[in-house]
Structure formats: structure tokens, C-alpha cells
């Protein structure tokens, strides 16, 4: 998979300097594989690019971490350090005479507070405002590898259909779960959610040791990496039939979460898509159990821009992706969650996960 490096670093100087922006700093976090496709390890060490208007960004990387960087030259220069040098003294001479900085915003504090006292005069801010821009909208590349992360996870949402639940603990089935993402072609499985019984009314609740039994609705939410792009989907399983007041929560909750993916297209608002699975929710009577909001963007970070959330009144654009996952919550009884990776398409919606919704009675 090859990503145009060249042609992001060139977006993100017109940006920095519609902005007044004179440099960009990136180090742990997505900025940095999204603009140069290397992932900063998240140690004491500084791994840091420097984006500055007028030189070729460098990439100031610990020594023995300089293995791992793929070269690019024509995109970025590679600058290791040894041991005995001070990075940030490096940083701060690429930095002379540049007013305005802004940083990723997963940078350790030690290194922006050493950075903010070594260069007095310069203004600091987060990276965030101005990447967000670029990083939101997916080119048919990312796109790609967040279909193929979608799609992977059907098929152990697929094969999750035909399991046995009861008798196992959540853990138990966690790890499986976590095994199928990598089967299916993820590199990485990142979470795997199984919260059974009174447990899902904890839309994070971590698999514990609970035995799974007749009578539990299962919520299962897990996803991983793909080429580096997340995946994240939620589908329900009741082991054993559901009782009927369960199956008619279940269908108002299947039908804001249809409503609000057919919502979505170019123009709409956010906190819209929102409002059209809260509404339904509310009008059935549960408005207070749908406890979080309805999504949240996905792509080289599992939680990134646009938020789903009443308040955030951006247009949504093509390109775009990001969760549909409402939920109802029970307190003490059960949970329920179903989630979609959907991408804003020219004139209306891509679905990235393609697995059946419907409620799965297992055993
Ligand atoms: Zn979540
Ligand atoms: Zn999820
Ligand atoms: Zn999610």
C-alpha cells in the first residue's frame, strides 16, 4: 500500500501558511505515519518531524530506532541522533526565526514545555485545527484500506453467528474474537468488547470473567488495524431467544441506527445524524438510556474528526468517515449497541460494514 506522502506535505504547507503557521511539529500520534508513513514509538526518546515552509521536512529520529524508517527521500530527510545529543536543541536551531509553531497533539508535555523554554519568542498551539483539514477527508487509498478493514471484520462478525457463547467467559470469547481479527487480515487487533448480561449497559466494559449464560444478551464491539487504518464494528447476540420486550428495544435501536446512516451525505451536519437516531430513540422512551454520542470518525486513529455529537454543526463531506453507533443502556439489566464504519460518498453513503445486524440467537 503506498500513500502519496508528497502530495499531503504540499496540502499541509498551503494550509500552514493560509494559517500563518511557519512550522508543524509531529511526533507520537497519526499526524506523523499520515504525513510520511512512519509511526513514532511512544518513548522517552524524541521522534519528531519538522515541517517548516521553506526546507525539506527532517525527520530527527533516535539512532537506533533509524532502522525502521523507511527512506523517502524525495519527501523527507532523516536526521538520527546519538545518545549523547540533545534533540530538542536540534529541533529548536530548525526553528530559529519561525514565529508560530503547532504541534501533534499527542507529543509528550516533556518535549513541547522543553521546546516552549528553549524558544521564548515563538507561539505554540496544537496540530489538530489544521491536520484535521486534510486527515478527514480520505483519498481513494484510505478509503481502500478502511473498506478492507470493514470488510474483514464482517467476516468475524459473520463467524461470531455461528459460535457457542454460553459456558465460556467473556474473556474467553474476547480472545477469540481477537484471534479471528488477525485470521481475517488485520496486523493488529486493538480491542475486542464482550459484555454480557448486566455488563453491557457498560458501553466499555472489558471482558471479564463472567460465564456466559441462557437469558444474556452479548454485546460485542471489537475492531483492529489494517495497513494501518482502524476498523471498528458492534453487532448484538442473545444467547438463547430474547425475551419480547428485548426484541422491541432491539428494533428501535435497529431502526435509528438505518435512519441515521441514511442520513448521512454531503452538506448534512453532523449533530443532525445524531439528532436522527436520538429522536427515534427518544420518541420510543429511552432517550435517557442512549447515554454517548452517535459516532465518531475513524481512519489512521480509531477515535478521530467529525464527532457525531449534538454541538458539532461541520458539514459533512465526501470522503469522510466515521461511526453510526447508537445504544441503549439499561442499568443492572442489559445493553445494546449496533455499530457501522460509513463513508460520505459523492452523493450519499458507503457502508463499510456489510455484516447482518439483526439480532443473533446463539447458543
Ligand atoms: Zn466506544
Ligand atoms: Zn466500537
Ligand atoms: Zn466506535
Not at 81 to 109: C, K
Request: charged share 25%; proline share 5%; glycine share 10%.
Amino acid at each position: 500500500m503506498t500513500f502519496d506522502y508528497r502530495a499531503r506535505l504540499d496540502a499541509t504547507r498551503r494550509l500552514m501558511e493560509t494559517h500563518g503557521i511557519g512550522a508543524l511539529l509531529a511526533s507520537v500520534g497519526a499526524d506523523l505515519p499520515y504525513l510520511i508513513g512512519y509511526e513514532a514509538m511512544p518513548l522517552e526518546r524524541l521522534t519528531m518531524l519538522v515541517v517548516t515552509g521553506n526546507r525539506v521536512p527532517v525527520l530527527l529520529v533516535p539512532k537506533l530506532e533509524a532502522p525502521r524508517v523507511v527512506e523517502r527521500p524525495e519527501v523527507f530527510e532523516v536526521r538520527p541522533w546519538s545518545e549523547t545529543e540533545d534533540p530538542i536543541g536540534i529541533v529548536s536551531r530548525l526553528l530559529e526565526g519561525v514565529g508560530s509553531v503547532v504541534v501533534g497533539d499527542q507529543t509528550w508535555a516533556t518535549f513541547v514545555l522543553a521546546l516552549e523554554e528553549r524558544l521564548p519568542a515563538t507561539r505554540f498551539g496544537v496540530a489538530s485545527p489544521l491536520t484535521r483539514a486534510l486527515r478527514m477527508r480520505k483519498d481513494p487509498e484510505e478509503l481502500d484500506a478502511l473498506r478492507r478493514a470493514g470488510h474483514a471484520t464482517d467476516r468475524v462478525a459473520a463467524r461470531l453467528r455461528e459460535m457457542r457463547f454460553s459456558g465460556r467467559t467473556e474473556a474467553e470469547l474476547s480472545r477469540l474474537v481477537a484471534d479471528m481479527i488477525i485470521e481475517e487480515g488485520h496486523q493488529a487487533a486493538t480491542f475486542s468488547i464482550v459484555a454480557s448480561g448486566p455488563n453491557g449497559a457498560s458501553p466499555h466494559h472489558e471482558a471479564g470473567e463472567r460465564i456466559m449464560q441462557t437469558g444474556d444478551a452479548v454485546v460485542v464491539d471489537f475492531g483492529g488495524k489494517l495497513d494501518g487504518y482502524c476498523s471498528d464494528t458492534t453487532r448484538m447476540f442473545h444467547v438463547g431467544e430474547p425475551t419480547t420486550e428485548y426484541r422491541e428495544i432491539f428494533a428501535v435501536l435497529e431502526e435509528a441506527q438505518a435512519a441515521a446512516v441514511d442520513a448521512v451525505r454531503p452538506g448534512v451536519a453532523a449533530q443532525d445524524v445524531d439528532r436522527t437516531a436520538r429522536a427515534i430513540i427518544a420518541a420510543a422512551g429511552y432517550g435517557e438510556y442512549f447515554i454517548h454520542r452517535t459516532g465518531h470518525g475513524i481512519g489512521l486513529d480509531a477515535h478521530e474528526h467529525p464527532y457525531i455529537v449534538e454541538g458539532n454543526d461541520f458539514e459533512l463531506d465526501a470522503g469522510m468517515t466515521f461511526s453510526i453507533e447508537p445504544g441503549i443502556y439499561l442499568p443492572g439489566r442489559f445493553g445494546m449497541r449496533i455499530e457501522d464504519i460509513v463513508a460520505v460518498s459523492d452523493h450519499g453513503v458507503e457502508r463499510l460494514n456489510c455484516s447482518d445486524r439483526h439480532l443473533a440467537v446463539v447458543g
